[in-house]
């Protein structure tokens, strides 16, 4: 893995994000995350859609929970043209089982636990802990990069409204 250089803090430490940082204006790299059955599902089978990519490091944390809410409920105000995946290192059971209790319906979770193919290829992999940084990505139809946020402490939401406004143009 190629260290991107990149730091951020976590609960006030210094952390190194390592993998490929992502740019606004590169073509999103296709990757394979696991769906909550356990699936493998990939960024290009989402060809097509604007996709707003919500990266956290863990839903069993009060942050991730309520960027999970609001990306949900943000997500009905949405275009089918626009979909909202979340992404973790979390296992695909957690993931399960926090969307059914809180009834996160419109956004889609995944997991990147197994072979952190997301993480390395866009830079959101937490050396130090195996998480995932939190932040954004928001990928065109055509697959190109054009929004990214890297959000400089972890125990920090990120911009939901520039994330969503940069969705909401592409459209």
């Known amino acids: 893995m190629n260290k991107n250089n990149k730091k951020v803090t976590f609960k006030g430490n210094y952390i190194t994000l390592v993998g490929n940082e992502a740019k606004v204006n590169d073509v999103a790299p296709d990757f394979t995350v696991l ?4 699936n493998p599902v990939k960024l290009s089978d989402y060809k097509g859609k604007v996709v707003v990519l919500s990266i956290f490091p863990s839903i069993d944390t009060p942050v991730c929970a309520t960027q999970n809410r609001t990306f949900n409920k943000e997500a009905g105000n949405l275009t089918e043209d626009i979909v909202i995946l979340g992404i973790s290192n979390d296992l695909p059971f957690a993931l399960g089982r926090f969307c059914g209790a809180e009834g996160i319906d419109k956004v889609e979770t ?3 636990h ?3 193919d997301f993480s390395t290829k866009y830079g959101f992999l937490i050396e130090e802990l195996r998480l995932l940084a939190r932040g954004t990505v928001v990928i065109d139809k055509e697959g190109v990069i054009k929004y990214i946020e890297y959000v400089a402490e972890a125990t920090d939401e990120p911009n939901y409204e520039a994330a969503l406004n940069a969705a909401k143009e592409l459209v």
């Open 110 to 112: 995944f997991s990147d």
């Open 35 to 38: 769906g909550n059955a356990l």
């Open 114 to 116: 197994k072979n952190l």
